[in-house]
C-alpha cells in the first residue's frame, strides 16, 4: 500500500537521527500506525541503548498498541544481546502487523525475527524502501554479508600524482578539502595511517562530528618506531582513541593508558584487517601514505578509492602516490569540484 | 559617454562574425554613428580582406559619414599592408570622432594610427571596452608584446597521471572531452605532435571549426623516421597543412608536395619555435608525446598547461606524462567537468 512507503519514510527519518551515536550498530527507525494515525516513533539513539522498536513500543499502553502496525527500518532482533529479544516484545504488545525495510544483514540472524513474528500470527511485510535502508547502513550492511569492514583508501594528490615533497608535511590541497575529509572520517568507525605519516605529519585525525565514538586511530608500525617520540599527537591526544599494530609491543611498554592500546600483529595487512574484524570494526578509511596503500591494494581487499586532487605540479621532488601494478576501471563513480580541487570517489568493481 | 559602451559593444559583436576566417589577422569590427544612429557596420572578413573600418565605410555616402563618429575595436592602421591604410581613408571620409577599445600592439605600429587621426583633427577616445577587445585577439596580442606564438601544452592523462599503455593507442577521456578538443584545436594557429605520436596514434589532427585556416600540423621528426611511414594520416589527409620539422629534410623529398612542407631545424624547440615565429605563428597547441611536454617545458616558454583526466588507474604498465623538475602553482586556473572527466587549465605565472 502507499501509506506503507509514506510510514516507512518516516521510520527512516527517525533512524538517521541516531547517526554518529550508534557506532557498531545500526541506525534503525521505527513508527507505531493505527487507523493511519501514528501513535509513536522511536530510534535507536546509542549505541547500547534500548532498539528502535522498544524506544517507540515504550511510549505507549497495552491498549493503543493492540491491533497496531509497527514500521520497522531493519528486521527486528530475535536474540539475546545487549538487548532481549524485540520479536518477543512486539509478539507480547499484540501489534497486528510489522512492516519491515531491510531484513538482517547477518547470515545468522537473517529471517529469524521475521519467522518468530509470523509464527506468532503477526502479518509481516518486507521489503519496503530496503535500498534506503540498506543505503543508511550500508558499512553495516557489507560487514555482515561480507564478514570483513568496507575498506577506503583516501589520497590527496597533485596534478601529476604526487602527494607531497619528500619527508616533508605538503598540504596541497585546499579548506574545503580539509572540512570534506574531517566531515567523512565521522562515518567511518578507523582510520589507518602508517608510522612514517605520523611521524612526519603529526596528524590529530580528528572528525567534525561530535559522537562518543570517533573514528579509532589505527596506526601501522610494524618495526615499533613511534616508541621514541611519544611527544606524537597520537599519543598526547586524548580525544579519540589509538590503536598501534606493530610486532614489537614490548617497545611500548610505557605507552598503553586508557586511549592507547598496542596490538600485536605478524606485519601483514590481511592479519591487522583480521584483529579489527574480530572486534567488529566495519569500516576503514585508509589514509596512507603511498606504501600503505600499496600494501592494502595488494591484498585484493581495497573496495574504494577517494582521490582529493589539488591543481598543482609538485614536479620530481614529489613523493609519488601509490600505482597498482594493473589498470583500474572504476564503478560507481561520483566526480565533485570543491572550489579549486577535485574529489574523485570510485568503487572497485569487485565490490 | 555611456553611449559609447553600448556602440562599441556592437563593434565587439561584429568583430566576432569574423572568427575562424581572419588567421593571422585580428578579429576588427566596426559601427559608424551619427545623431545616436547606426548608419552602418562593418568586420573584418577574411584574411586578406577589406579592414572592418573600410566594410563599414563603404556601405555609407560622403554625406552620411561627415560629421559622423566611428567606433572599432582596434586601433586604424596607418601602413600600407595586405590594405590601403585605414587611418587615411577615415580622414578622407570626413568622420569627426574615432572611438577606439585597444591600441594595436604592435609596438612599431601602437598609436601611429592615432597621432595621424589626431593630426588631422579628428577628436579621437581610447580604452572604451579595451579587455574585452583584447581577450578577443588574445594570441594575437601575445604574439605582437611578445615576439613569440602563445603556447599551450595539452595532455590527456590518468588518476594515476599516466598518458596510456606503453607503445599502442589508448582512448582513456570521454567523448565530451573529444569533442572539446576538436573544438579548441580550432583556436590555434598550430598543433605540435612528436613523431612518436605520430607513428602510435596516426591522428588526423582535425579541429570541429569550419575554416579556411585550419590549424597547421607541425610535427616535429628531429631523427626523420616518419618519411617511412608515407601511408599517416598527416601525408594522405589534405584537409590540413602538415609540416615536419627535422634534421634531415633530404629524406623526405618524395613526400612533400601542396600541403606537406618540410623544414630544416637544428631540432631544439628554440629554433622551430623562431621559425614558427618568422611565419607569423601566433599560437600554438601542443599535443605531446611526453618527450616533447618535456623539451618544450624546459625552454621556459610554456604559457599554459591544458590537462584532461580521466578517473582510471593505468597502472606500473603506463606511459608517464611529463613530470616538471620544480614544484608548480598556476594561475588563472579554470577547473571545469566533463560528465566523468575533469578539465583543468592553468596559466604559468610568468604570463
Redesign the interface.
Known sequence: MNQDYHFMDLAIQEAIKGRYQTWQNPMVGAVIVKNRQILATGYHQHFGDSHAERDAISKLTFEQLSNSTLYVTLEPCSHYGKQPPCADLIIKSQIKRVVIAQVDPHSLVTGKGIQKLKDAGIEVVTGIRANAAQALNYFYTFFYQHHRPWISLKQA?S???KLG?TNQRTAITNSKVYEKVHQERSDYQAIIIGSNTAMIDNPSLHSSQVSDYPPIRVVLDRRGRLFKRPDLKLFTDQSQATWIFTQHPELFSNLHNSWVKIFQTDGTIEDVVNQLTKVGIQSLYVEGGAKIHQAFWQTGLVDE?I?Y?A????????YD?F????????TD?K?K?LA?N?R?E?KLSHV
Do not use: E, R
Open positions: 594528490i596534478l601529476d600524482h615533497l578509492l582521490t586532487q591543481p598543482v605540479l609538485l614536479g620530481k621532488d614529489g602516490a600505482t597498482p601494478d594493473n589498470t583500474v576501471l572504476f563513480l566526480l569540484q579549486n577535485f574523485i570510485g
